[in-house]
């Protein structure tokens, strides 16, 4: 087959396939197409068949004549009737050929019409198929069409012309099928119409039988060559049109990719497009939402004007403001003024909720957009990730890798996650996306550590180190700590190896540091803790390692290094730092060491890391490369993620932009313009409150100064009232002072003084009545006059409030005067003008003149009024400078008032001031013009400048200046922004600037001037340069101030602007203010109201304070009178009253002080010699205690016990104590001389003090000066009592002093009680030094018997795990093939048979170590318990991983046991008993009395109890019993754990050693199954290959086959056939063989292994010690046991049997 025609069955085979999306398959889905090379070879190969089927041709039609008849010439003469005959015979034989030609022609034109028809209705079919392929390429081409469809439109486009694809070549096929059928009835008929012409011509026997065979073998062979011819003519056209149907399948599929391609780009382009268009629809643009908020905010903000309307009228209802009803009112508007900011906020909330509502949707949209991008895949591919975690999970739950899991730390959760990332949707982030790269790298790190360990021959450290870490998985919490040192050290050893992954040489150097820190808290790399439990736990590994363990870490104790704590990661390999403070744990049972607390959290952490990173190479190949390949289909997917977001961000960041800008700017302008309208409308409503709250102010400030000036008045009144009683009070106090000194007079002295001081004071308060007088009236008499100043001063500050001035004082009472006459006149004469009532209002119906304005002609307001405005007499002042109302616009006056008043303003421009923006402006600027000239007063010229400037132009006038510096620079300009030095332009070229550039100009110079200091502009070079840097400085200034100026009347002017409009053009809010009329109506009204108001009460004031002022002055000269009467007879009551009654008292109180003087001094003498008795007593019992201790320590040395010698120091202790308590008493006794009876004569003094009584008090006659006397006396009294109490003192230190000398006496005992104690210690070893080898004696006896105990434990243990074993391993073999308990066992590792043999072994040693430790064997030589025990095969054809993982789990599944510390107990006793002696002996030596040791070297007591201890133990029924007891029941266990017993065998029971054979059988048994089951596996493959080669040559066995012409090609047909049989038949005999010869190796290993078990196990039973070789225990009963006879076994026998059968059945 030529090259092409291999491409083209390719290509065929290729589109045969099964659809694959090209957006999952990637840049393998794509066709390329071949090089022009390749193209070129096969169009040479092309043209080389078409000349050699041409030369073929011209061969078969020189094959195809028909043979020329013979030559006439050359007949033979014959006879007639023969001729006639042969003639007829002639004519007969060539009819019958004519009628053969004629019937090949006519079968010929049949099958002639028949292939015309079926290449007709080929080309028909392959012209429609073609049609609609067309049709739907059609369709696809039309891209406005194509792009509103899905991607599964476009697969199921191909899906149509995959199935037209198919049609056409199956037309192809069918026309070839048609072609073939043609031929093959071509041949059948031929064949017929031959078979006929053969019976004819044989019939007609013109020709003999070879000449007809001939002649048909022509025609057959004629009629082969036009079926081989037609069918080479049929394959060349087929070849032709499968050819063109490759190329037209191919051309569809280049063009399917290609529409589909454009359709990812259209796609991916109308994504964009949509959400664009989406973005700048009004649903962002103008959103209904806000509209509908617009809307309500501008209702509520109408409603709120009309209420601020409202509280505006209701200030122009009041006729006279009042502050109380205006506050409210104000604060009213400030309620309204909250409520509009609480609004606008609420407003600016629901803005920013829509925004950020509006945001998070286009926030939303274009992740779904970066979402959809990513499934059209337009820009780049996509890599298929979900297959590979399809292919992860498969790995994940293949059950048969559930053990491998288990074992591979966190290998498992971290492939878990990975396939869960994998299918997450948020893969299209990196937030997501980097992690899982990260976990997948922190996984492939560990990919080529084998190789490189078996490169450098360190295969076996990884080993070794998965198997440390399988133990520390296994390990319990107990177990863990001699295994960490251990792992340490391994990791250790890994890091030194050479090329290692980088990243995994990181995650080590960090389970290192964790392991070094679980070291340093253990405490176990300095032999701190748990050192000797470690090493007793550790077995062989422990061991092998040696001083690894131990050395390669110095830490120095429990650390205390925290960190923050994290487990196994999800995509990086995470490690945990947590430290937890830990203590030591609790004694262990029988080591007598400090077991450290583990943190199990951290060495799990540990060990699932360095295990995951250790296993997982232990993947399969093929699901490695898939990893390694995902990671590079991860790198294709950030690709893929970074065009994306490219894309994103370079179509959907400005449209988001936008948005976001527009509706801020909407907010902003809408909030801006609200703020600014609430607070101008609230500004003009608090003004116009303010203003009435002013003018209530004025008025009830008026009200409250009047009030104020009457209080202020009779306060004064009042004051002057207090000033006097306070003055005379205090004289009066005076009087009354000097008449109390008088009366408490301390001696004739003070007594004559205070006579004197009582008479001049009387004479003081005489006059004072007088200047009171005086005082009070002059008060009374100002009262009015500041009346009238108050009210002048009221109606200024009126007026002033109100726009007006009022009338000069002169000239408002010439008015007055003026007035009066003429309302006398009036009243005179009779007068019909309307009067003013007490409301200050006209009648009703009165009739008034208007009020004009002062720039109009017509009235401005519609109502009654009595005042006018004269335009007139306001011109009249103009030229009067002097005048108060020079600059008046107006004169108001009441029609029936004399006062005129001044117009300043009028209520328009009080009004119009009102509605000016609110103050604050210039902020506001400031923040707008970011600081740029918002402070003007620092450009102003600064005093240190002017005066810079001042003392230049003194320097110059005195001296010459110095000319300017060639170098010299402006230091008053400096760059702009960019860095570009402003150049200044003279005056002609700015005037040739204009618009723009000479805006830009202006602004780069505000920019660049840099305003000088005053040393700077001092240090100018000339007069010239300062005079222009002074000139700049004003210019730039001006130029600010114009800038700020502007841009401030910019801000007012926007305070009047319109409201801000939406999208649409619609208004967003309503602009609301104060109307303007109605307040200057409201200023109108309230001054007449107040003008005529404020006049009527003056008056009224008027008249009320010149009355008030005479009644005061008629009351004061009333009081005068009255007091001067009664203030005459005071002289002489004080002489006779007070003066000689002080006289007497004084006589009195000296005589008291000296009686109490003598009875004090009397008490203290006999205190004091009651005391010097009782010390001389206390010192005599002194004495006597000394002499007692004494006697009592001579009897130390002849006491012999230590109780008899502990009960004279109880003596000892016991007279201390009651001497010391005596002492205590003798001293609390004395105590009393020196505080209480003291006490009690101060107490004396004291009291004498108390019953003193001042006149203070209010119950004495004593003064105080007295009682100073007395105090001083009574001093001198008590410092002679403590004198006497000093020396009492000093007795008492000299007693106690005595007393502590004979308490000294005790530490004498003390020190002979030592010596006779350790005298007594020496002799009977007792005591903490001397009992110290009794004691060791007792702690290592209990440790023995601890590790008896111990070992029994573990022997149980062992016999524990036997019994199961049995039990599970009969279980399982009665379970049967294909159930779960057979198959765990065929599993388990290590094999149950190793593991029974193991525990036997172990049991076998153990019991035979235990009874030779209890001496508990008569002939322990008979049984040899170490004999050598052969080893089994147990892995069968297992690898050496295999078996070094089985032999792993055995030696850990078989632990080894504790070994006690002396061969036999009583050796143990023995060495005690030796060690205490010994002991014992060095001490007595050591302190120099080894004199006192017995014969037998130890003390007698020592000698009793170590007598006692070997009684407890050695002695029947003893410790050693009970344990030889223990055995005893142990051995009986194991007796029937092995089927010894009982007899007959149970049955039911599956004995140790036929567990052990039954194992073996299972495992050969499973393993012969396995082997044929594979081989037969094999076998099918191979015959499924030979069944299909038997096909094709069956269908390849043809009837052409029997031509003589093909004998060649049917030869090689049967030999090919041959070839197979025997191929069949060699493999038959070669898998049958195998088959034979893999059974019988399996039945010798089996036989092997069974014999080696059975040996083994022979051996290990036979070596065993069983019941009948231990020794007897006290009460056994010598008695031989009953043996059954044969006949009483075979019965038990047979009885058990029946038993088993029936339970079998039941």
């Not at 065009?643 to 960041?653: H, K, L, P």
């Amino acid at each position: 087959m030529s090259l092409k025609a291999r491409a083209e069955m390719g290509l065929l085979a290729t589109l045969d396939q099964p659809r694959v999306s090209a957006a999952t398959q990637g840049p393998k889905a794509k066709i390329s197409v071949p090089p022009a090379e390749t193209l070129l070879a096969w169009r040479n190969s092309h043209e080389k068949m078409v000349a050699f089927r041409a030369a073929e041709e011209d061969r078969d039609a020189v094959a195809a004549l028909n043979h020329q008849p013979i030559d006439p010439n050359v007949r033979h003469k014959e006879l007639p009737k023969l001729a006639e005959r042969a003639k007829q015979k002639r004519v007969d034989h060539d009819s019958f050929l004519k009628q053969f030609e004629l019937k090949l022609t006519e079968i010929s034109d049949d099958l002639e019409i028949r292939v015309m028809h079926a290449s007709r209705g080929v080309q028909k079919a392959t012209a429609s198929n073609d049609q609609r392929i067309g049709e739907t390429f059609g369709e696809l081409n039309q891209d406005l069409l194509l792009v509103t469809k899905d991607h599964q439109y476009v697969l199921d486009s191909w899906d149509e012309i995959h199935a037209v694809c198919e049609k056409r070549f199956a037309d192809i096929r069918g026309f070839a099928a048609e072609l073939e059928g043609i031929e093959r009835d071509r041949a059948r008929v031929v064949a017929t119409e031959l078979r006929q012409l053969v019976e004819r011509l044989m019939g007609v026997a013109y020709m003999p039988g070879t000449e007809i065979e001939r002649l048909v073998e022509e025609q057959a062979f004629e009629l082969n060559t036009v079926i081989v011819l037609n069918r080479k003519s049929h394959a060349e056209l087929l070849a032709l049109m499968e050819k063109q149907h490759v190329l037209v399948c191919m051309d569809a599929r280049v063009s399917w990719e290609a529409r589909q391609t454009a359709w990812r780009k259209l796609r991916h382009d109308h994504a964009i497009d949509m959400f664009q268009e989406e973005l700048g629809s009004k649903a962002y643009t103008n959103p209904p939402a806000r509209i509908e908020l617009f809307r309500k905010a501008e209702e509520a903000q109408q409603a709120r004007q009309a209420e601020r309307t409202a509280h505006m009228a209701k200030l122009g209802e009041m006729t006279l403001p009042e502050s109380a009803v205006v506050s409210e009112l104000l604060a009213e508007f400030e309620k309204l003024n909250g409520r509009e900011g609480t609004a606008i906020d609420e407003l600016l909330a629901g803005i920013e909720d829509i925004r950020t509502t509006q945001v998070a949707n286009a926030e939303q949209r274009r992740e779904s957009l970066r979402a959809e991008l990513h499934e059209y895949g337009a820009l780049e591919p996509e890599p298929d990730l979900g297959s590979v975690a399809t292919q992860i999970d498969a790995v994940l739950t293949d059950s048969s890798l559930d053990a491998f899991f288990r074992g591979a730390g966190g290998l498992k959760h971290a492939l878990k996650e990975i396939s869960t990332e994998l299918r997450h949707p948020d893969l299209i982030y990196a937030r997501l996306l980097s992690p899982t790269i990260k976990g997948l790298q922190n996984l492939l790190c560990g990919l080529g550590l084998p190789e490189v360990l078996e490169v450098q021959g360190k295969a076996t450290m990884r080993e070794s180190l998965c198997n440390t870490l399988e133990r520390l998985r296994l390990a319990s919490k107990s177990d863990v700590i001699p295994i960490i040192p251990i792992l340490l050290a391994q990791v250790n050893e890994l890091l030194t190896v050479k090329e290692l992954d980088p990243l995994l040489q990181h995650y080590l150097g960090e389970a290192k540091e964790d392991l070094e820190s679980l070291v340093r808290d253990l405490d176990i790399m300095t032999g701190g803790g748990g050192g000797g439990g470690g090493e007793s736990r550790s077995g062989s590994d422990s061991r092998s390692h040696g001083g690894r363990t131990g050395t390669s870490r110095t830490g120095t104790g429990a650390g205390s290094r925290k960190g923050s704590a994290s487990t196994v990661g999800r995509k990086s390999i995470a490690r945990s730092n947590s430290r937890s403070s830990r203590g030591g744990g609790a004694a262990h049972s029988g080591g007598g060491w400090e077991q450290p607390e583990v943190n199990m959290l951290e060495v799990r952490s540990v060990q699932k890391r360095l295990m995951m990173l250790m296993q997982v190479s232990e993947l399969d190949k093929t699901f490695q490369e898939t990893l390694s390949e995902l990671l590079v289909m991860l790198r294709q997917k950030e690709v893929c993620n970074s065009i994306v977001d490219q894309v994103v961000a370079d179509e959907c960041t400005a449209p988001l932009d936008a948005r976001k800008a527009e509706q801020v700017e909407v907010a902003d302008n809408v909030i801006r313009f609200l703020e600014r309208n609430t607070s101008h409308v609230h500004e003009v409503s608090v003004r116009l409150g303010t203003f009435y709250l002013c003018v209530a102010k004025i008025l009830e400030m008026h009200s409250k100064h009047d009030i104020e000036l009457d209080e202020k008045t009779e306060e004064e009144l009042d004051d002057s009232v207090d000033r006097f009683k306070t003055a005379d009070d205090q004289r009066t106090a005076d009087i009354g002072h000097w008449e109390n000194a008088l009366r408490l007079a301390a001696g004739d002295e003070d007594l004559e003084i205070a006579y004197n001081q009582v008479i001049k004071l009387l004479a003081e308060v005489q006059e004072s009545y007088y200047a009171y007088h005086k005082d009070a009236t002059e008060c009374a008499e100002a009262h009015p006059q500041r009346v009238f100043a108050e009210a002048a001063s009221f109606m200024e500050k009126l007026c002033e409030s109100l726009g007006m001035v009022p009338q000069p004082a002169e000239e408002a009472a010439e008015a007055v005067a003026a007035a009066e006459e003429a309302a006398r006149l009036a009243a005179s004469l009779g007068s019909n003008k309307p009067q003013v009532g007490a409301d200050g209002r006209l009648p009703v119906g009165a009739e008034v003149e208007m009020l004009l304005d002062l720039n109009q002609d017509g009235p401005i307001r519609d109502g009654p009024d009595v005042g006018v405005v004269d335009t007139d007499k306001a011109l009249a002042f103009a030229d009067r400078e002097a005048h108060p109302w020079a600059s008046i616009v107006g004169v108001f006056k009441l029609s029936d008032s004399a006062l005129s008043y001044g117009m300043t303003k009028s209520c328009e421009l009080i009004v119009e001031n009102m509605l000016e923006p609110p103050d604050g402006l210039e902020e506001e600027g400031d923040e707008e013009d970011e600081g740029e000239g918002a402070q003007e007063d620092e450009e102003e010229e600064t005093p240190a400048e002017g005066e810079a400037d001042e003392a230049g132009e003194a320097d110059e006038n005195e001296e010459e200046e110095e000319p300017e510096p060639e170098d010299w620079e402006v230091p008053w300009w400096q760059p702009d922004e960019s860095g570009e030095p402003f150049v200044s332009l003279a005056e002609e070229d700015m005037a040739a600037l204009a618009g723009p550039a000479l805006a830009d100009y202006v602004e780069r110079k505000m920019a660049c001037f840099k305003k000088l200091t005053a040393e700077e502009v001092e240090e100018l070079p000339t007069k010239a340069r300062r005079a222009e840097y002074k000139t700049i400085k004003s210019e730039v200034r001006d130029i600010r101030r114009a800038k700020r100026a502007s841009q401030m009347e910019a801000i007012r002017m926007s305070y009047f602007s319109e409201p801000p409009v939406d999208g649409d053009g619609n208004s967003c809010c309503s602009r609301v203010m104060l109307p303007s009329d109605g307040m200057v109506k409201m200023l109108e009204m309230l001054r007449f109201t107040l003008v005529s108001d404020s006049e009527t009460k003056h008056a009224a004031r008027t008249k009320e304070v010149t009355e008030l002022c005479g009644e005061r002055k008629d009351v004061l000269t009333e009081e005068l009178e009255t007091r001067l009467r009664l203030h005459w007879p005071k002289k002489g009551r004080v002489e006779t009253r007070i003066r000689q009654v002080r006289e007497g008292q004084l006589i009195a109180h000296r005589q008291r002080a000296e009686r109490h003087v003598r009875a004090v001094n009397q008490k203290n003498s006999a205190h004091q010699r009651e005391f010097d008795s009782l010390v001389a007593q206390y010192g005599e019992r002194c004495e006597f205690y000394k002499r007692s201790l004494e006697d009592l320590e001579a009897t130390l040395p002849a006491q012999e016990s230590l109780a008899a010698l502990q009960g004279v120091e109880g003596k000892c202790r016991k007279m201390v104590a009651g001497f010391k308590d005596e002492c205590e008493e003798a001293l609390d006794d004395l105590t009393r001389f020196t505080e209480t009876e003291p006490h009690k004569l101060h107490a004396l003094s004291m009291h004498l003090i108390d019953a003193t009584y001042t006149f203070e008090s209010g119950e004495g006659d004593y003064s105080q000066q007295e009682e100073a006397d007395l105090r001083a006396h009574l001093e001198v009294l008590d410092k002679s009592i403590d004198a006497a109490v000093a020396t009492r003192v000093a007795a008492i230190d000299a007693l106690a002093e005595r007393q502590v000398t004979a308490i000294g006496v005790e530490a004498e005992f003390v020190k002979a009680f030592k010596s006779s104690l350790q005298e007594l210690s020496l002799r009977e070893a007792i005591g903490m030094k001397y009992g110290a080898p009794r004691r060791n004696a007792q702690e290592r006896l209990r440790t023995e018997q601890t590790c008896d105990q111990n070992s029994k434990l573990f022997l149980d243990g062992l016999l524990d795990q036997l019994e199961d074993l049995c039990v599970s391993t009969r279980t399982a073999i009665q379970a049967g093939e294909g159930s779960k308990a057979l198959e765990a066992l065929m599993a388990a590792t290590p094999p149950r048979a190793a593991l029974l043999r193991e525990l036997l072994l172990a049991v076998r040693s153990l019991v035979m170590r235990r009874a030779e430790y209890l001496e508990f064997m008569p002939a322990p030589e008979r049984i040899d318990s170490a004999a050598p025990v052969s080893k089994a095969d147990y892995f069968l054809n297992a690898s050496k991983s295999e078996i070094a993982a089985g032999n792993s789990a055995l030696k850990a599944a078989v632990p080894a046991y504790t070994v006690t510390l002396a061969p036999t107990m009583a050796a143990a006793i023995d060495q005690l008993e030796e060690r205490c002696r010994s002991e014992t002996r060095k001490l007595y030596e050591d302190e120099g009395r080894p004199e006192l040791l017995g014969p037998e070297g130890v003390p007698d007591a020592l000698k009793e109890w170590l007598a006692k201890s070997r009684d407890d133990v050695l002695a029947p029924l003893g410790v050693r019993d009970t344990s030889r007891a223990a055995l005893r029941e142990q051995v009986t266990r194991l007796e029937r754990i092995i089927a010894k017993t009982p007899v007959p065998v149970d049955p039911n029971w599956t004995g140790a050693p036929a567990a052990c054979l039954e194992d073996c059988t299972a495992h050969a048994h499973h393993a012969a199954m396995r082997s044929i089951e594979l081989i037969e596996s094999r076998f099918q493959a191979q015959r499924a290959v030979w069944d299909a080669a038997r096909a094709k040559h069956e269908a390849a066995l043809r009837p052409q086959m029997g031509r003589p012409d093909a004998a060649a090609e049917r030869e090689a047909l049967m030999a090919a056939e041959k070839a197979r049989c025997d191929e069949v038949k060699a493999a038959v005999k070669a898998v049958r063989s195998t088959l034979i010869d893999g059974q019988l190796n399996h039945a010798a290993s089996f036989v092997s292994t069974l014999r080696d078990q059975t040996s083994a196990v022979l051996l290990i039973v036979d070596t065993l010690v069983l019941s009948d070789d231990l020794g007897y225990l006290p009460g056994d009963e010598m008695i031989e046991k009953k043996r059954k006879s044969l006949k009483r076994l075979k019965k038990a026998q047979r009885r058990a049997s029946a038993e088993a059968g029936r339970g079998a059945d039941g």
